[in-house]
Nanobody
Framework: QVRLVESGGGLVQAGGSLRLSCVGSGITFSLSTMGWYRQAPGKQRELVAAITSGGSTNHADSVKGRFTISRDNAQNTVHLQMNSLKPEDTAVYYC??????????WGQGTQVTVSS
């Protein structure tokens, strides 16, 4: 059974920090590209950051310099360190695991709310 379990969301003031974590099971974690997406009310889900099996990263322009994605294959975990948070970062954040054409899986999401 595949599971992607996110944690670390919550309520924070603007300028604050949060660290999201996602633990994967039932997948070949080390060979998966892991990503974080977010969806704000009334908006489409968008890519925030991704990290390949080789460790290459990609961050959306809106979060560059503030957010950092990382992975720990020994713990089957991907993190998203979020600094200098802004109210517009408020969204449900989803963990994503994909491996080519083999599979794409999503977590249940974790709410991040940034107050002004």
């Amino acid at each position: 059974q595949v599971r992607l379990v996110e944690s670390g969301g919550g309520l924070v003031q603007a300028g604050g920090s949060l660290r999201l974590s996602c633990v994967g099971s039932g997948i070949t974690f080390s060979l998966s590209t892991m990503g974080w997406y977010r969806q704000a009310p009334g908006k489409q889900r968008e890519l925030v950051a991704a990290i390949t099996s080789g460790g290459s990263t990609n961050h959306a322009d809106s979060v560059k310099g503030r957010f950092t994605i990382s992975r720990d294959n020994a713990q089957n975990t991907v993190h998203l360190q979020m600094n200098s948070l802004k109210p517009e970062d408020t969204a449900v954040y989803y963990c994503n695991a994909k491996r080519g054409q083999t599979y794409v899986y999503w977590g249940q999401g974790t709410q991040v709310t940034v107050s002004s």
